[in-house]
């Protein structure tokens, strides 16, 4: 299996290679894995690094224009959590966030059927926008054990990952 660092400013052809997988972005920051091997028209294996941690799995397909559109939507309509975050530790947080009831669509982070093992929530607080995944208690898939029963949080950079979700659309023929 080949790996490639892919930038949008960049063309790439890929003679003879088996496999290819691109990440797009950074992965100790933030990166999208793309499976190109497996791509099937607008149906991809991916999935996103934040800070060097894996969520998603290219075991499965993602809708790429529906993870665009979800993700996009939901960087440009953060939702303020109204509470006082230096007052809770991940776990804590996570079960604050995901017991928000009628509330919680606010948070939820829907990116398609690589990520349908995992609950993603961005949100703002003091003007920083922010996100806390875990994986489901029962995943269909297999992950690293590291990953398992652990909630993950993190400020994330809304530019940067407005940038690397415009090098996906790039790279899968939606930059119009």
Same mark, same amino acid.
């Given at each position: 299996?080949?790996?490639?660092?892919?930038?949008?400013?960049?063309?790439?052809?890929?003679?003879?290679i088996?496999?290819?997988?691109?990440?797009?972005?950074?992965?100790?920051?933030?990166?999208?894995?793309v499976?190109?091997?497996?791509?099937?028209?607008?149906?991809?294996?991916?999935?996103?690094?934040?800070?060097?941690?894996?969520?998603?799995?290219?075991?499965?397909? *993602?809708?790429?224009?529906?993870?665009?559109?979800?993700?996009?939507?939901?960087?440009?309509?953060?939702?303020?959590?109204? =509470?006082?975050?230096?007052?809770?530790?991940?776990?804590?947080?996570?079960n604050?966030?995901?017991?928000?009831?009628?509330?919680?669509?606010r948070?939820?982070?829907?990116?398609?059927?690589?990520?349908?093992?995992?609950?993603?929530?961005?949100y703002?607080?003091?003007?920083?926008?922010?996100?806390?995944?875990? =994986?489901?208690?029962?995943?269909?898939? *297999?992950?690293?054990?590291?990953?398992?029963?652990?909630?993950f949080?993190?400020? =994330?950079?809304?530019?940067?990952?407005?940038?690397?979700?415009?090098?996906?659309k790039?790279?899968?023929?939606m930059?119009k």
């Amino acid at each position: 299996m080949y790996v490639f660092n892919f930038k949008a400013n960049c063309v790439g052809f890929f003679i003879g290679i088996e496999e290819v997988v691109i990440i797009l972005g950074n992965i100790s920051s933030f990166g999208i894995e793309v499976d190109l091997n497996k791509k099937d028209n607008m149906l991809v294996p991916l999935r996103l690094f934040i800070k060097n941690n894996p969520i998603g799995t290219l075991d499965d397909y *993602t809708y790429v224009i529906s993870f665009i559109n979800n993700f996009m939507f939901k960087l440009e309509h953060l939702f303020e959590l109204d =509470i006082n975050l230096k007052e809770f530790d991940e776990l804590n947080l996570f079960n604050y966030i995901h017991s928000l009831g009628e509330d919680l669509y606010r948070y939820r982070l829907k990116l398609g059927d690589s990520f349908d093992d995992y609950y993603i929530y961005i949100y703002m607080y003091n003007d920083k926008t922010y996100l806390t995944w875990k =994986i489901v208690d029962a995943p269909f898939f *297999t992950y690293h054990k590291n990953q398992i029963n652990r909630v993950f949080s993190c400020e =994330i950079n809304i530019h940067e990952i407005q940038g690397v979700v415009k090098e996906l659309k790039y790279l899968i023929g939606m930059n119009k």
